[in-house]
């Protein structure tokens, strides 16, 4: 099989490193295995932030936490959504919210690296019909300094 090497943008390795750490604490048995993709990951991170000259600070933490941290909710809500078919529409509701938000910072992270490349911004419009629900996550990601 051939290798085939695409470059990541930074909000891409934060969000591909944060899915491996998941993977890692949820499929032990192949624990090596992500172990190996993470420090893959971490390595091709430092070496953006060498290229960019970008120091890391707390806002930028703030939203590499976030991002981790929606990830492994929308995890568990998966695993909700399966198991509790009733709420099925509730838990995706949620989930899609949260995948929102996170593309949101997400493209916030990229304009910081200077990343203009259109194709890699996520969507970040949500439902109209449920805008006010949402006004309270818009907050949030305003004081994250995402616009």
Avoid: G, P
């Avoid at 899609?96 to 200077?114: A, G, P, V």
């Avoid at 996520?122 to 996550?137: A, E, H, L, P, R």
Wanted: with cysteine; charged share 30%; glycine share 0%.
């Amino acid at each position: 099989m051939n290798n085939v090497f695409y470059k990541h943008s930074i909000s891409e390795l934060v969000e591909l490193l944060t899915v491996q750490q998941i993977k890692k604490v949820k499929f032990q048995k192949d624990s090596k295995k992500y172990k190996v993709i993470i420090k893959n990951l971490l390595n091709q991170l430092e070496a953006e932030f060498k290229k960019s000259k970008t120091k890391l600070n707390s806002e930028l933490l703030s939203q590499v936490i976030y991002i981790s941290i929606s990830n492994l909710e929308i995890w568990n809500i998966k695993d909700q959504m399966l198991a509790d078919k009733k709420n099925y529409s509730k838990l995706l509701y949620r989930a899609m919210e949260l995948n929102c938000i996170r593309n949101i910072i997400s493209n916030n992270i990229n304009k910081k690296f200077k990343n203009n490349d259109q194709t890699k911004n996520k969507i970040t419009f949500f439902v109209k019909n449920k805008k006010k629900k949402f006004q309270i996550m818009e907050k949030f990601y305003k004081e994250l300094n995402c616009q």
